[in-house]
């Protein structure tokens, strides 16, 4: 049976030539600075709540800064090696805003941050299930597996993100992410989730906000996602990679995607002979 994880999967939906780039040729995307800030943010929520879980408080607000502040920086002490095995393939430009990104800045930033949750958000989770595996069959021949961050004891899943734009108001009941975890979560409770609340900290050095976009129903439709998911391995197995987004599309810019340059090399070379120069012997 293939196995597949559910990042696999949510990669493959956002971006399917991100996908060949990382899971078929193993290329690392460009290190940034901002990526390192995100993980130590996650890394810190998680690990709140799963202290919370066990004594009902968790992590103190100035604990949490702390927590992140270190593991940040300890980040920083990566990205400054993958920067260096790297360079040879980083342009001018790259490097000069990478250079503008400061790290005090973005210290700032997480903390707001984290004051913005503690203030908003921290009093009304009561966590229950945090980072918990789970599996289900697609099919006959493949498994999903992942784990499902955050769900609390009224059978409510929450997607818990850092962003730094405002989002637009979403029908959330459309996200593949969201429809996977409710599968997840079936997998593990053996029940569907009460709701789903996809929570944003907005951050900002000035002015950290929370939007919230929650279902009180859940939205399931099981067929659709396992048949979908199943068209993801068939398009994998088919070498199908193609880019999905419009041209001109901020997302495939030099400032967001860290593939970008990788993106321009296959555009200039042809799939065959990229796949020829890149696939590990
Ligand atoms: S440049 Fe665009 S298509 Fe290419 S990996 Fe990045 S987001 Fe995907």
Known sequence: ????SFSQ????????????????LGLKRNPRKVFKHGFALHETFAYHLDQKKKDGKGLSAGEAK????????????DYKQELAAARPYLTREYLSKER??????LVDTGMRGIETYYKKLNPFIKPDLVEEAFEFSASKNVKVIGRIDLTDKKGVIYELKTTRRSPNMQDI??????????????????????????????????NSKIVRFVV?????????VLR??????????????????????WLCS?????YYTLHQELKKLGSEKFMAKYTPR
């Not at 702390?66 to 002490?77: C, I, K, P, T």
Request: glycine letters at 2%; a neutral charge; proline letters at 5%.
């Open 9 to 24: 999967l949510m990669t493959y939906v956002r971006c399917p030539e991100h996908w060949l780039f990382h899971y078929k």
């Open 100 to 105: 503008q990104i400061s790290l005090n800045n």
């Open 228 to 249: 979908n998911i199943n068209s993801i391995m068939d398009a994998i197995e088919h070498n199908i990679f193609y880019c999905m987004h419009p041209a001109e599309s």
């Open 173 to 206: 009941r459309s996200d593949p992410q969201l429809a996977l975890y409710q599968l997840g979560y079936h997998s593990i409770a053996g029940k569907y989730p009460k709701a789903i609340s996809k929570d944003y900290i907005v951050l900002s050095k000035n």
């Open 254 to 258: 030099k400032e967001w995607c860290g």
């Open 216 to 224: 009180v129903r859940p939205f399931v439709d099981k067929a659709t």
């Open 1 to 4: 049976m293939k196995q597949v």
């Open 66 to 77: 702390e927590f992140f502040a270190d593991v940040f920086l300890q980040a920083m002490e």
